[in-house]
């Protein structure tokens, strides 16, 4: 079973710009979850989206976005780039039962440059 | 709050020495536990999780894990480590109906 694939692998982009991260989860996989890595914050839950709903939220600002599509892939939006924003974004796909024994799945990342 | 802490942040081991990275967590309730590897520049790989029973618990790549409720703890452990575990490992947790909680990370070098 391929697993969880994130595209494009590297960006770089400008203060001011946007742009969005795509991620297709593993086949069956329901729920997609984003999270942000930098080397001060550590691992920063974004955003869970199950079923093409946002089912949970991490504290960022509104410039950072997601939507999941009907075949449960999911893409993450952040707009008005800021150099703090240079991270290494990752996906996580999961089964997405509620039951708590649900086990993510990561992806390689995106890793975003802001210059 | 819910938190997950490794209170290691860096380790260095020699090659064939026994490894054991601590974990501690504050939940209300004995959560989910988990622990992933991360190589450079990749994303986490699972190792192994806990989630009831048996309290030792066997993951890939040689590892194994013990869940002790009286401490709060999920240490994980290697009896000999290889030069190509050298990584960073986080520990996470969840409860039922709630996001991952995942440690700061233990960075690992592995000297030759």
């Known amino acids: 079973k391929a697993g969880v694939t994130q595209t494009p692998r590297y960006l770089i982009k400008t203060r001011g710009q946007q742009v969005t991260l795509s991620c297709s989860p593993i086949?069956?996989?329901?729920?997609v979850s984003w999270y942000q890595q930098t080397p001060g914050q550590g691992l920063q839950f974004l955003f869970e989206y199950f079923s093409e709903t946002q089912r949970n939220k991490g504290n960022f600002p509104g410039r950072f976005s997601g939507r999941q599509f009907s075949n449960s892939r999911s893409e993450m939006n952040v707009s008005t780039l800021e150099l703090g924003d240079s991270a290494l974004y990752l996906c996580?796909?999961?089964?997405?039962?509620?039951?708590?024994?649900?086990?993510?799945?990561f992806g390689p990342g995106t890793r975003l440059t802001v210059l | 709050a819910q938190s997950v802490t490794q209170p290691d942040i860096h380790i260095t081991v020699s090659e064939g020495a026994s490894l054991e990275l601590r974990c501690n967590y504050s939940y209300g309730a004995t959560p989910y536990l988990f622990w992933y590897v991360q190589s450079p520049g990749q994303g986490l790989q699972l190792l192994l999780k806990y989630f009831s029973g048996d309290t030792l618990v066997q993951g890939i790549k040689g590892f194994e894990a013990e869940f002790k409720r009286s401490q709060s703890s999920f240490n994980l452990r290697k009896p000999s480590v290889h030069w190509s575990d050298a990584a960073e490992y986080f520990c996470?947790?969840?409860?039922?109906?709630?996001?991952?909680?995942f440690g700061p990370g233990t960075s690992l070098s592995v000297i030759p």
């Open positions: 086949s069956g996989h329901r729920s």
């Open positions: 996580a796909s999961s089964l997405g039962d509620r039951g708590g024994t649900d086990t993510q799945y």
């Open positions: 996470a947790a969840k409860t039922s109906y709630d996001k991952v909680i």
